[in-house]
């Protein structure tokens, strides 16, 4: 499975998938909490938000 994703259409990022983790966390013995880190749409307060 993992090479046919490496060479076919995820071949630079492949899902991983949080029972993905968890087994590969029993099977090693190793791993924390895996954190997920994405983009952060900054928007500006609506008016009625903002501290007179």
């Given at each position: 499975?993992?090479?046919?994703?490496?060479?076919?259409?995820?071949?630079?990022?492949?899902p991983?998938?949080?029972?993905?983790?968890?087994?590969?966390?029993r099977?090693?013995n190793?791993?924390?909490?895996?954190?997920?880190?994405?983009?952060?749409l900054?928007?500006?307060?609506?008016?009625?938000?903002i501290?007179?």
């Amino acid at each position: 499975m993992w090479r046919e994703l490496a060479t076919g259409e995820y071949s630079k990022y492949v899902p991983v998938y949080n029972v993905n983790f968890r087994e590969w966390q029993r099977k090693y013995n190793k791993g924390g909490d895996f954190i997920v880190f994405s983009d952060v749409l900054w928007v500006s307060p609506l008016p009625k938000d903002i501290p007179a």
